[in-house]
Every structure is written in C-alpha cells, then in structure tokens.
C-alpha cells in the first residue's frame, strides 16, 4: 500500500516527554514529505496557535501540509494559512455550558482566538495551556458573562481536573447537552466538548475528499482516546507504545513510545526514505 498522508497526534504522541521532537523522527517525517509528496497533517486537540512550533520545525509551510486543531474544529493550509474548515459553538450554547460548569470544582479552559480567558491565572492546566498553545491568558470576573459580552463563538471548551475528579463527574458534565455537543476525554485531566458532529476523522474526511486521498492511503498515529476515531478511519492505524490500553486494542500496529522514536521506526518500516 502507498500511503499518501500521515496524521500525527502531538502531544504524547510526536513530542516526546519533554515536548520535542526528536531528531530521528523529525528527519523521517521531513524526508517523507520531500521525497515521495507525502502530505503530513498535525491533528491535535490544542488551540490553532498551538500547532505553530511543531509546525516550524516540520517545514509543513514548505510542503502544504495541514494544521488540524481544536480536536478537528479547524484545518488550516500550513502554505497558504487558508482555514479550509471551521465549525464553532453557537454563543448562546458556549455560554449556557460555561454557567453549567460552574456546579463543579472543576477549571474552564475556553479562549477567544487570542487568549484563554479566565477568572485567575493560576487556575489548573491555563498556565500548561497558555505555555503549551502560545496564548495569552485574559483575567476575568466570570468567565461565561466575558464570553457573552463579547459574543465569543469558542470551537471548544475544556474541563480541566485531576483525574480522579474529572471522571466522576463526566457525565454529569455532559448531562443535558449531549444533544447539542460531542464530548471526548482527550487527557487523564481533560474533558472537552465540541459543536456536534466535530472529530479528528470528520475533519480528515473532509480533506482526503478535498486532495483524492482514499482513507486506505492514510496513516495516523496516536496515544489517547480522543484520537481513536482517528485510528479507526486511518487505513493504517498506529498506537504509540504509551498508548491508552483501549486505542491499542483497536490499531493495526503498536510502535514504540513517543520517547523512543516510535513514528520514525513506522515510517521507516512502510516509505522508503
């Protein structure tokens, strides 16, 4: 089989535990894209400015490759910097969910395409966020009425928790908007809702269809469980060795962990590069 696209996870999955890439896989994923046209895509849950540093350093801008954020809210063209795809949540739904939000001890992380915006800085995970996804942090009274004032349509909004009170309380969180939004634990920490009908498949449909791409002729790599949809639609599906048990079950192939050049290895197994 040729494949003609690779989709990457980030975190966990093309970064190492200390949030490189590492050279091996960096030449392999380089190599692909300049020797065979092979078209790379960074399909990740982080906010659109998140994905500027991996793909930097991917030369992704040189040989089209896609920016796929927001857990598939958003595809930019990394050459043109077109958003080939955009689907947000309706104001009055992203605030009526924010004032939900607020009978847990839990921590809102929702931005407005330039910040994250809540009420302290130091709340759990918006300091990792805003370092992470290169986003200023905006301080407000209350986060829901901020979101309103300014008629905020967010693509996402996340639950950050520790883990052992972030599950409990999934699915009173989705309680009475499972019909209005589409919900994935993206991180032991992590619990985002989404516009319905939003995935990281849904979006590399939308572009395979866009390109001539078949999904038999993508490979996808992941960690977690908001990239099994992803795996699944992939025709070759790659769980990283530090994978979530379930996403390992349900892949074609298991490689080794993000820390030891697990994308690298696969590719150099299928291209020949």
Same mark, same amino acid.
């Given at each position: 089989?040729?494949?003609?696209?690779?989709?990457?996870?980030?975190?966990?999955?093309?970064?190492?535990?200390?949030?490189?890439?590492?050279?091996?896989?960096?030449?392999?994923?380089?190599?692909?894209?300049?020797?065979?046209?092979?078209?790379?895509?960074?399909?990740?849950?982080?906010?659109?400015?998140?994905?500027?540093?991996?793909?930097?350093?991917?030369?992704?801008?040189?040989?089209?490759?896609?920016?796929?954020?927001?857990?598939?809210?958003?595809?930019?063209?990394?050459?043109?910097?077109?958003?080939?795809?955009?689907?947000?949540?309706?104001? #009055?739904?992203?605030?009526?969910?924010?004032?939900?939000?607020?009978?847990?001890?839990?921590?809102?992380?929702?931005?407005?395409?330039?910040?994250?915006?809540?009420?302290?800085?130091?709340?759990?995970?918006?300091?990792?966020?805003?370092?992470?996804?290169?986003?200023?942090?905006?301080?407000?009274?209350?986060?829901?009425?901020?979101?309103?004032?300014?008629?905020?349509?967010?693509?996402?909004?996340?639950?950050?928790?520790?883990?052992?009170?972030?599950?409990?309380?999934?699915?009173?969180?989705?309680?009475?908007?499972?019909? #209005?939004?589409?919900?994935?634990?993206?991180?032991?920490?992590?619990?985002?809702?989404?516009?319905?009908?939003?995935?990281?498949?849904?979006?590399?449909?939308?572009?395979?269809?866009?390109?001539?791409?078949?999904?038999?002729?993508?490979?996808?790599?992941?960690?977690?469980?908001?990239?099994?949809?992803?795996?699944?639609?992939?025709?070759?599906?790659?769980?990283?060795?530090?994978?979530?048990?379930?996403?390992?079950?349900?892949?074609?192939?298991?490689?080794?962990?993000?820390?030891?050049?697990?994308?690298?290895?696969?590719?150099?197994?299928?291209? #020949?590069?």
């Amino acid at each position: 089989m040729t494949y003609k696209m690779i989709a990457l996870d980030l975190d966990g999955t093309l970064n190492n535990d200390d949030h490189i890439i590492t050279p091996r896989t960096r030449e392999a994923l380089i190599a692909v894209q300049k020797k065979l046209g092979v078209t790379v895509v960074l399909a990740s849950g982080r906010q659109a400015p998140g994905l500027k540093r991996e793909a930097d350093a991917l030369d992704l801008a040189k040989y089209h490759g896609l920016l796929l954020s927001y857990g598939g809210g958003r595809i930019e063209d990394a050459t043109t910097q077109a958003v080939l795809f955009s689907r947000s949540l309706k104001n #009055e739904l992203a605030v009526r969910f924010l004032r939900h939000l607020e009978k847990f001890s839990v921590s809102p992380v929702v931005d407005n395409g330039r910040a994250i915006v809540t009420t302290c800085a130091y709340n759990y995970k918006v300091q990792d966020e805003s370092h992470n996804n290169n986003m200023d942090v905006l301080t407000v009274d209350n986060i829901a009425d901020a979101i309103e004032r300014a008629g905020v349509r967010p693509i996402k909004i996340l639950t950050a928790a520790q883990n052992e009170t972030l599950v409990p309380l999934m699915p009173y969180i989705r309680e009475g908007f499972e019909d #209005e939004m589409d919900f994935v634990q993206s991180a032991p920490w992590f619990y985002e809702g989404m516009a319905k009908g939003v995935s990281k498949s849904k979006s590399l449909a939308r572009v395979c269809e866009q390109l001539g791409i078949k999904p038999s002729e993508v490979m996808a790599f992941g960690d977690a469980q908001n990239d099994m949809d992803m795996i699944r639609f992939a025709g070759h599906g790659v769980a990283m060795g530090n994978a979530c048990d379930e996403l390992k079950a349900m892949a074609d192939e298991v490689t080794l962990d993000n820390n030891h050049d697990g994308i690298a290895a696969t590719i150099e197994k299928y291209f #020949e590069i």
